[in-house]
Nanobody, 128 residues
Framework: EVQVAESGGGLVQAGGSLRLSCAHS????????IGWFRQAPGREREGVSC????????YYADSVKGRFTISSDDAKNTMYLQMNSLRPEDTAVYYC?????????????????????WGQGTQVTISS
């Protein structure tokens, strides 16, 4: 079973930056995609970004394009989400998943509802 642990959240002012980390273990050899999701109070979990490590394909939600960057370090079994130019609407609990079968916008809309493979999340709060 894949296990993940998110970290790096915090409270920053609008316009600031944060770098989230996700340490993972237990990935199957043929699982190549990773992703970040977030859930704001009173809203459904949404897909933020994913990366297919086999071909470098990425996906970003329109709301974060040009501001967020997903990356991974296989040697450290860790994925990252660099978040720049943060806005109050980015405030949410951020979750990672390391067991995505592929990376696409449609896939993220499906994977967000999966029951397993989630960590505790890390809180990101952006003040205006």
């Amino acid at each position: 079973e894949v296990q993940v642990a998110e970290s790096g959240g915090g409270l920053v002012q609008a316009g600031g930056s944060l770098r989230l980390s996700c340490a993972h273990s237990g990935r199957l050899f043929d699982v190549d995609a990773i992703g970040w999701f977030r859930q704001a109070p009173g809203r459904e979990r949404e897909g933020v970004s994913c990366l297919d490590e086999s071909n470098g394909r990425t996906y970003y939600a329109d709301s974060v394009k040009g501001r967020f960057t997903i990356s991974s370090d296989d040697a450290k079994n860790t994925m990252y989400l660099q978040m720049n130019s943060l806005r109050p609407e980015d405030t949410a609990v951020y979750y990672c998943k390391a067991d995505l079968p592929y990376c696409s916008g449609y896939g993220m809309s499906v994977f967000r509802n999966e029951r397993d493979g989630w960590g505790q999340g890390t809180q990101v709060t952006i003040s205006s």
